[in-house]
């Protein structure tokens, strides 16, 4: 594996090491950029107006229980097509279970005292939610994005099965070929990119989330 790490030839090209981290982060931003768009709004409506929790929170749940390979398949039938579509899908029903979760139980858990009193401040509902009720709930709002990130960066290594990129094409091509050096080298660097995006968001929310409600 050292060996394969330190060979420059493994690093260039449009096959190269470097390429295929590319296109792994882009995979992964990709689907966590959607997931966030369909499931953190729906959290804060849900967790702001108390409706449609039951429903949302158990789909949402459910969903964590589906195989990601078996998704991706239905995908690519669904779809008829191999190629991002189907990988976008699959990555997105994993993302979106944490987020959305996460994102209620935040929002939820705010005290209604602190909520009664911003209203008799005079604040409207749309001031309550974004100036009260996020900063409150944005460690565990920051908690659900980093966990669907995990997920996201680990699974992403799917892409390969419908022969796009990602560094899961090491994984795959090495497994084809006996080439254990390369499946290591291939496991090895989506484990420290996982670890690296999950300090990214550490520091993250170490910027943006209040000391008060910071756990050191």
Known sequence: MWQYLTDSFNWSGP?????????????????????????????LWIGHTRRGAFLAINTGNAARALPSLGLLMLAVLITDQIGFLPVLIA??????????TSTYAGLSGVDPATIDAARGMGMTGREILTKVEIPIALPLIISGLRGATLQIVSTATIAALVSLGGLGRYVVDGLKLRDFPQMFTGALLVALLAIALDLLFAL???LTVSKGLRVD
């Open 91 to 100: 990555l997105v029903a994993l993302g979106i279970p944490p987020i959305l």
């Open 204 to 206: 993250v929310g170490r």
């Open 15 to 43: 096959e190269g090491i470097t390429a295929r981290i590319f296109q792994h982060i882009w995979y992964t931003v990709a689907a966590l950029g959607l997931a966030t768009a369909i499931a953190l709004p729906v959290g």
